[in-house]
């Protein structure tokens, strides 16, 4: 990833640390746990939390509020529990997001579907554990993804 | 008559003052909590693998020696200070002495003393409070401290027997220190850490040694030199693993991200070694209650200046070692000399 110095935005870090949620953004001192222990990056390699940080430190305003990264977060706060430095990732991630907001990088409607596909998500995974609970005692090797699309068929969610 | 001196603790720092003391013709007594004396360092090992690496521990103990056998120092162990009244050049000092055996009283002594050196040390970070580490549940994970003692005890760690894979050992550096509520550098695990890697390799080749950290801090003169004589045999990965589990086969498997290429990987190991960190001993804010010391930020003893760290805020009292912050042994040595210089140059005047 190229650096250019003349897209810096040097006052980037501050803006976020003014933002409610984004004070301890400064302390961070890159030990990799909130990547080491984030559930997105498990899966997609290229989601990085403690980058993401490094980015907003850098100045590299355009590039994170334009980034699909900001989105992929599940607010699982599990980075905000192992932190060392209390840089309250999840809520630096909620700073960003109503950046983006606000400087009209995406829609405000943008930000209440991805609000909606996190509710149900919850739905979903409800209804998964709900339906292996139902039958755990009579098929043990069934798929996710088969309990997954069983449960979009019949309850229609 | 000579002076005396109350030294409170007879680890390192305050054996230290108190043989600079006795030199310096004053009368010295050392208070000890415990039944022996000596503190850590009679627990740590000696560090050298073809060559010595200079972990002091054997000038600790040679110290610890010379201690007992002087005859201007009383030590008085199994011991702690009740009370203390007076100001600079007559303390008087309570200290209550546990009884050796059950059939004996607590017996209590009054002491008329010069001056004060509180010198109690640290305590190390309780790594089960980092439950992801797994320290107390796998049997593999240990903190320094515990290899220290076992390498003391065995001479070396017993690598379990395989054929389908290498023997391996990882240490993981800031387990308790630069975190939100011990916010400082322990200065002493990165240094420990990297000897006992390096007497690892050399007792055992076939073992792989890792070691994760933040940043090496390789403070302390010549100690670039074993870092770079590191670099050769020793794995090193930025990057602090999240979790230690127990996969099927007995051996621990850490998560972490590495981050000199930036993605997320898993290792396994059969020991795994967390560099706790020093904190400040819990009997801190009791004695310095007593004694009328200030704390600093972190609970530590706190000192007038930035530039002085042994004079404390009451005249006559003056903190030596690692209750003041953490120090490795030769710093330790120093401060605690240090302290005891103070007090010749005070009552000089």
Same mark, same amino acid.
């Given at each position: 990833?190229? +650096? +250019?110095?003349?897209?810096?935005?040097?006052?980037?870090?501050?803006?976020?640390?003014?933002?409610?949620?984004?004070?301890?953004?400064?302390?961070?001192?890159?030990?990799?746990?909130?990547?080491?222990s984030?559930?997105?990056?498990?899966?997609?390699?290229?989601?990085?939390?403690?980058?993401?940080?490094r980015?907003?430190?850098?100045?590299?305003?355009? @590039?994170v509020?334009?980034?699909?990264?900001i989105?992929?977060?599940?607010?699982?706060?599990?980075?905000?529990?192992?932190? !060392?430095?209390?840089?309250?990732?999840?809520d630096?991630?909620?700073? +960003?997001?109503?950046?983006?907001?606000?400087?009209?990088?995406?829609? !405000?409607?943008?930000?209440?579907?991805?609000?909606?596909?996190?509710?149900?998500?919850?739905?979903?995974?409800?209804?998964?554990?709900?339906?292996?609970?139902?039958?755990?005692?009579?098929?043990?090797?069934? @798929? !996710?993804e088969h309990?997954?699309?069983?449960?979009?068929?019949?309850?229609?969610? | 008559?000579?002076?005396?001196?109350?030294?409170i603790?007879?680890?390192?720092?305050?054996?230290?003052?108190?043989?600079e003391?006795?030199?310096?013709?004053?009368?010295? %007594?050392?208070?000890?909590?415990?039944?022996?004396?000596?503190?850590?360092?009679?627990?740590?090992?000696?560090?050298?693998?073809?060559?010595?690496?200079?972990?002091?521990?054997?000038?600790?103990?040679?110290?610890?020696?010379e201690?007992?056998?002087?005859?201007?120092?009383?030590?008085?162990?199994?011991?702690?200070?009740?009370?203390?009244?007076?100001?600079i050049g007559?303390?008087?000092?309570?200290?209550?002495?546990?009884?050796?055996?059950?059939?004996?009283?607590?017996?209590?002594?009054?002491?008329?003393?010069h001056?004060?050196?509180?010198?109690?040390?640290?305590?190390l970070?309780?790594?089960?409070?980092?439950?992801?580490?797994? %320290?107390?549940?796998?049997?593999?994970?240990?903190?320094?401290?515990?290899?220290?003692?076992?390498?003391?005890?065995?001479?070396?760690?017993?690598?379990?027997?395989?054929?389908?894979h290498?023997?391996?050992?990882?240490?993981?550096?800031?387990?308790?220190?630069?975190?939100?509520?011990?916010n %400082?550098?322990?200065?002493v695990?990165?240094?420990?850490?990297?000897?006992f890697?390096?007497?690892?390799?050399?007792?055992?080749?076939?073992?792989?040694?890792?070691?994760?950290?933040?940043?090496?801090?390789?403070?302390?003169?010549?100690?670039?030199?074993? %870092?770079?004589?590191?670099?050769?045999?020793?794995?090193?990965?930025?990057?602090?693993?999240v979790?230690?589990?127990?996969?099927?086969?007995?051996?621990?498997?850490?998560?972490?991200?590495?981050?000199?290429?930036?993605?997320?990987?898993r290792?396994?190991?059969?020991?795994?070694?967390l560099?706790?960190?020093?904190?400040?001993?819990?009997?801190?804010? /009791?004695?310095?209650?007593?004694l009328?010391?200030?704390?600093?930020?972190?609970?530590?003893?706190?000192?007038t200046?930035?530039?002085?760290?042994? /004079?404390t805020?009451?005249?006559?009292?003056?903190t030596?070692?690692s209750?003041?912050?953490?120090?490795?042994i030769?710093?330790?040595?120093?401060?605690?000399?240090?302290?005891?210089?103070?007090?010749?140059?005070?009552?000089?005047?």
């Amino acid at each position: 990833m190229a +650096l +250019l110095i003349n897209e810096q935005d040097t006052k980037f870090k501050y803006d976020v640390a003014r933002e409610a949620g984004g004070e301890n953004i400064t302390l961070c001192f890159a030990c990799g746990l909130c990547t080491a222990s984030c559930p997105v990056s498990e899966i997609d390699a290229d989601y990085n939390p403690r980058k993401i940080i490094r980015m907003v430190l850098l100045g590299m305003r355009q @590039r994170v509020l334009s980034s699909d990264f900001i989105w992929l977060c599940t607010q699982c706060y599990t980075c905000q529990a192992h932190c !060392p430095q209390k840089v309250n990732f999840s809520d630096v991630m909620k700073a +960003l997001r109503s950046m983006a907001v606000r400087e009209g990088y995406v829609t !405000p409607a943008f930000m209440e579907r991805i609000k909606e596909i996190d509710s149900f998500m919850q739905k979903l995974r409800h209804e998964m554990v709900m339906t292996i609970v139902d039958r755990k005692n009579k098929e043990t090797d069934i @798929r !996710p993804e088969h309990i997954a699309s069983d449960v979009l068929k019949k309850r229609s969610l | 008559m000579k002076k005396k001196v109350l030294v409170i603790g007879a680890g390192i720092a305050g054996i230290s003052a108190a043989l600079e003391l006795a030199k310096c013709d004053f009368y010295v %007594y050392l208070l000890e909590k415990n039944a022996s004396i000596g503190g850590w360092v009679s627990s740590f090992t000696c560090k050298a693998h073809d060559k010595c690496t200079k972990c002091s521990v054997c000038v600790a103990k040679r110290k610890i020696r010379e201690v007992l056998v002087h005859p201007d120092i009383s030590i008085l162990t199994n011991s702690t200070l009740k009370q203390c009244h007076g100001e600079i050049g007559h303390f008087d000092v309570e200290i209550e002495q546990n009884p050796m055996h059950t059939d004996q009283e607590l017996q209590e002594q009054k002491l008329a003393v010069h001056a004060i050196i509180p010198a109690i040390g640290f305590e190390l970070f309780d790594v089960k409070q980092y439950g992801r580490l797994g %320290y107390g549940r796998y049997r593999g994970v240990l903190t320094g401290f515990d290899l220290e003692k076992t390498m003391l005890e065995n001479g070396n760690l017993h690598f379990p027997v395989n054929n389908t894979h290498a023997p391996s050992i990882a240490f993981i550096q800031c387990a308790g220190s630069r975190n939100d509520n011990n916010n %400082y550098c322990s200065r002493v695990c990165c240094k420990y850490a990297m000897r006992f890697a390096l007497l690892i390799k050399h007792l055992n080749p076939a073992v792989s040694v890792t070691i994760f950290f933040i940043d090496i801090q390789n403070a302390g003169k010549g100690f670039a030199p074993v %870092y770079e004589e590191c670099v050769g045999s020793i794995q090193f990965i930025r990057g602090i693993p999240v979790e230690v589990i127990e996969n099927p086969g007995k051996r621990l498997e850490v998560r972490y991200e590495n981050i000199a290429q930036g993605n997320v990987k898993r290792d396994v190991f059969d020991f795994i070694i967390l560099s706790a960190g020093i904190v400040p001993r819990p009997g801190t804010w /009791d004695l310095a209650r007593k004694l009328g010391i200030n704390l600093d930020e972190y609970g530590f003893f706190g000192t007038t200046g930035t530039f002085n760290s042994n /004079d404390t805020n009451v005249k006559g009292i003056f903190t030596a070692g690692s209750c003041q912050g953490p120090k490795d042994i030769p710093d330790t040595i120093a401060h605690g000399i240090a302290a005891a210089e103070r007090i010749v140059e005070v009552f000089a005047k």
